[in-house]
């Protein structure tokens, strides 16, 4: 199958890598639309940020009803609505598969300024969800654009056996060294210097590992 997709060959889709950042939601509104587990996933990543969130979905999944049940979010048990984007920053439209759904609430979006999300339409969202690795107070953003999605999830689980327990007791380390010398350091090229002796000899070391239909590819063209 892939064999035969490659000599069919197509046009890579125009993709925009945006402007990476990193949003602090702790205490807004965002919203999700939608009630699966791909949806519960999100909540759960949204409320360990702060988020207050509301669910509007007729049905949700199992985490998503013990998290309402609990009141740590809001679920609205019907469609959405467009009074549903009323004081959102942020909404997440996990609905798959409806174009025309995700487009007129892009449209709805850009109007009310409002940052979007679609979780299989890049095209109709504002912003971009990466997948992020989490180990302590470290978070590693990975993204490939919106051109091949599956390729971060693969890199996400590679990363996250890298970073264990260890890699987090290093980084608070380095956290509590840098509030030491803060306190006691006031010339801040020499704080700098010192914080920067503290990583010398770290590197992170990996090799890839391609799949053998890329390398096959590259070498039918050599």
Known sequence: MIRRALELGGTIMAANPGFPLSL?????PVLVIGGDEEAAEKTQRLLEAGAKVTVVAPALHAMLKDLAASAKVMHRGRHF?????????????MVRGDRDFSRALFAKAREKKILLWSVDQPEASTATMPAVVACGHLRVAISTSGVAPALSGFMKEDMEKIFGEEFAAFVDWLGQLREQTKANEPDFEKRRALLREALDGFRLLGKVQY???WLDERAAKT
């Open 81 to 93: 609505r467009d009074s549903d984007l009323d004081s959102a920053i942020l909404v997440l439209n």
């Open 211 to 213: 799949p053998k239909v």
């Open 24 to 28: 602090d939601v702790k205490g807004y």
